[in-house]
């Protein structure tokens, strides 16, 4: 009898273990971040590769105001936005009027159309999927001030 308890704990501690799935960090749950007070930045358009830019194109939407405002990668951009559950339009953005290179301001145009093509989104973790219908326009990820 004295022999089999070791050996039961043994197994039992072999079995709990065996059945457990490992972590990691690609099944790790990351809580999905709010749209509202988090800094968006850009990381892809629809079928553009993402030139280096002179600073983050980014979006943030202040839920106190109803306005977004951010970066197109060169100038400022600023307007108002209206938000229903998943559903997401802008209003007409404005922007300062900055000179850049030619790569950076396609990417800026590509992004403000983007914008106003937007009619609703998606948020899983960290990532921000700016959608008109069931086509992505814009993905963006959360962002370090």
Known sequence: MKKVIPLLI???TFTISCSKKPM?????????????????KLVKLTD????????DAFI???PTEKRAF????CNNLFGGYKLEGNSLKFGAMGSTMMACP???MKVESAFAAALKETDNFIIAGDTLKLRKGETIVAELLTAKK
Do not use: Y
């Open 24 to 40: 990691n960090s690609s099944t790790k749950n990351v809580p999905d971040a709010p749209l509202t007070n988090t800094r968006w």
């Open 70 to 73: 951010g970066s197109g990668g």
């Open 60 to 62: 943030q939407f202040d």
């Open 48 to 55: 553009m590769e993402m030139p280096p830019l002179h600073k």
């Open 102 to 104: 030619p790569e950076i």
């Open 10 to 12: 043994l197994l039992s």
